[in-house]
């Protein structure tokens, strides 16, 4: 049976035949037409239609505010069922059952919410930060109001329980025979060996632990898989352990992995870094934003990987990132954050370059220009500025994406509203394909802020 709160959200899966949104459970957005097809969700996209699989999928809607009216309703089912299991006796039993389903109810609304955060940052879900806030608060309160051990005292009279006259048995039950199919270890069949195992000298051994450990996975034996991870030196195992790990709780795992912010060992950053792509969730963003933060990447392939997690989350990572640059005073954080802000393609990330031309201006014209037409607006802007670099570097790219060889900024604002259109159309379709793709991001990406400024911009 299908807990309360996964009830919820599937309640919110709305479909109708016109315009709507998608959102897949990895954090991924899709607008559009929309239709139901078996066990999947076709979205018509403009390279074509795509097929999402029912189970990826977490929400489908024609309209925000009603997805919000309705998570906002279901959260004050939560509270009512709160108030009526406030008012009964401790030694209830209905009072945990009533707290729990409240619970529940509020997961679901808050499971609603954190999908909806990282693609609505406007005036219209302003309230979303907050709500998300007051339900996890109500979550804590339902949490601490609840009692672990009821008992009632006899003869209280509030007990629903009916005690029963002793029974005497006029037969001798006979043996009990052999029963081989009976689950005798509470683990599961050799789960306690193959933790055993997760120690043996020979890697196969290992393998094998560790696969019988994650397939299905067994939360019990998450301390023993992120103690093997830390020590691990075999790439086939290493790979298990991220594989497995990627289908326990996120936020217990990502707990253990802080000593990779100084890890050396290449193969494990490159694990911790899939399993944070598997996770696909809140956790793993802010887990990997503290990471960028507290030891910056120093390497072209480790830049890489970071952007490969960000681009994957670049609805979240750009604002976020933005606001590191603004908070954060440290030059290589600063820098290598710009430098993501490039990598990673989001046109969104193009002011904020803009702003910074003039302090990292080689980054920040790199990054400007490797946001390629969609931030075509924005450079437009950067033309009309006072500011002789800024004014030069952004009419450089305006000719360069342009192919239009004059001064007036007439010029190219006609191009761009001839031209709008298909650049929209081109960059959906390869957002499209960073999605099919797994969000990749290959090193050498990178390689062009190495290159002097007069190679960027003449």
């Not at 059952?97 to 219209?124: M, R, W």
């Not at 060992?265 to 694990?271: E, F, H, L, T």
């Not at 933060?293 to 989350?313: I, K, L, M, N």
């Not at 802007?381 to 004014?391: D, L, V, W, Y």
Request: overall charge neutral; hydrophobic content about 45%; proline content about 6%.
């Amino acid at each position: 049976m299908l807990s309360r709160g996964i009830a919820i959200l599937s309640s919110l899966l709305v479909l109708v035949a016109g315009e709507s949104v998608l959102l897949t459970k990895k954090g991924e957005k899709f607008e559009g037409l929309i239709t139901r097809s078996g066990t999947e969700y076709v979205v018509q996209t403009v390279t074509g239609p795509r097929r999402i699989p029912e189970a990826e999928v977490a929400l489908v809607f024609e309209n925000l505010r009603e997805v919000m009216q309705k998570a906002d309703d279901h959260f004050g089912e939560a509270k009512r069922l709160f108030e009526e299991a406030k008012a009964l006796d401790e030694a209830n039993p209905a009072r945990n059952q009533k707290l729990a389903l409240a619970i529940e109810i509020a997961q679901g609304s808050v499971g609603t919410y954190q999908l909806l955060q990282p693609h609505y940052t406007g005036a219209s879900s302003a309230s979303i930060p907050n709500g998300i806030q007051l339900m996890m608060q109500f979550i804590r309160i339902c949490r601490g109001a609840a009692t672990t051990d009821v008992s009632v005292a006899a003869g209280s009279g509030k007990s629903g329980i009916v005690a029963l006259d002793e029974a005497t048995f006029s037969f001798s039950p006979p043996a009990q025979a052999d029963k081989t199919w009976i689950l005798g270890d509470e683990l599961g069949a050799g789960l306690g060996a193959a933790a055993q195992d997760l120690g043996h000298p020979e890697p196969g051994r290992r393998l094998e632990a560790v696969r019988r450990l994650t397939h299905p996975p067994s939360p019990l034996h998450l301390p023993g898989l992120l103690r093997l991870l830390e020590t691990e030196k075999d790439p086939a195992v290493l790979g298990a352990v991220s594989e497995g790990l990627a289908f326990m709780d996120s936020g217990l795992v990502l707990k253990s992995l802080a000593w990779v912010k100084k890890e050396p060992d290449a193969a494990k950053r490159a694990m911790v870094f899939s399993i944070l792509h598997g996770a696909g969730d809140r956790a793993a963003f802010d887990f990997l934003l503290d990471w960028f933060e507290d030891a910056p990447p120093a390497t072209h392939a480790e830049r890489a990987a970071f952007a490969s997690v960000f681009r994957q989350f670049h609805a979240l990572a750009v604002p976020q990132l933005k606001d590191l640059l603004a908070k954060n005073r440290g030059p290589k954080v600063q820098s290598e954050a710009i430098r993501q802000l490039g990598v990673i393609g989001d046109k969104a990330a193009g002011p904020m370059l803009l702003k910074t031309l003039g302090s990292y201006t080689k980054d920040s014209a790199v990054s400007l220009l490797k946001l390629g037409k969609p931030a075509y607006p924005t450079l437009l802007e950067g033309g009309r500025s006072p500011e002789a670099e800024t004014h030069r570097i952004c009419l450089y790219f305006l000719r360069k994406i342009s192919g239009i060889r004059q001064q007036n900024l007439t010029h190219f604002e006609t191009w761009w509203g001839m031209n709008r259109k298909t650049a929209l159309d081109e960059e959906k379709a390869w957002w499209d394909e960073q999605a099919k793709k797994g969000w990749p991001v290959d090193a050498a990406a990178f390689a062009t802020y190495d290159l002097p400024m007069e190679s960027i911009v003449p």
